[in-house]
């Protein structure tokens, strides 16, 4: 029985993990966009990578570093600096007009252009994408 409770929580958890659209979620539109069925699968083996290293580090022993003051504290600053970091860039690039929240002004009633700057260079080419697989991840 207890083995059931184990499965059956972890099988709602990780739903409702799924259920909330996030970064993973939008690299997979856009992947799946552009190279099709294949990116789907090579997204989901670079989450489970991701998953699996994870998971081997907490049963090794990462868990007792994770739980302590010092760490959770530095986790903590570190996260809340890099959330102020993206913050003061998207403000910085609303200010120089570099992005438009207006549909009208960003280029197209459909929503399709967020930004006013044109593509870059070599852009859509391979050039500057990753894999699917390291994309994968890196957005988890």
């Known amino acids: 029985m207890?083995?059931?409770?184990i499965f059956t929580t972890?099988?709602?958890v990780g739903f409702s993990g799924a259920m909330m659209p996030g970064p993973l979620l939008t690299v997979?539109?856009?992947e799946s966009a552009r190279r099709g069925f294949s990116a789907g699968p090579l997204l989901v083996l670079g989450h489970a990578v991701l998953e699996l290293v994870l998971i081997l580090a907490l049963v090794g022993?990462?868990?007792?570093?994770?739980?302590?003051?010092?760490?959770?504290?530095?986790?903590?600053?570190f996260g809340g600096a890099f959330l102020i970091?993206?913050?003061y860039g998207m403000a910085r690039d609303a200010r120089a007009g570099r992005v438009a929240l207006d549909l009208e002004e960003a280029g197209g009633s459909d929503g399709t252009f967020?930004?006013?700057?044109?593509?870059a260079e070599g852009a859509g080419k391979g050039r500057s994408r990753m894999h699917p697989v390291v994309a994968g991840v890196l957005t988890s």
Not at 2 to 5: H, S
């Open 85 to 87: 970091y993206m913050g």
């Open 2 to 5: 207890e083995l059931l409770a």
């Open 61 to 77: 022993g990462l868990s007792i570093y994770l739980t302590r003051t010092a760490v959770t504290h530095t986790i903590a600053i």
């Open 10 to 12: 972890a099988f709602v």
């Open 28 to 30: 997979t539109i856009g």
């Open 114 to 119: 967020a930004s006013k700057e044109p593509p």
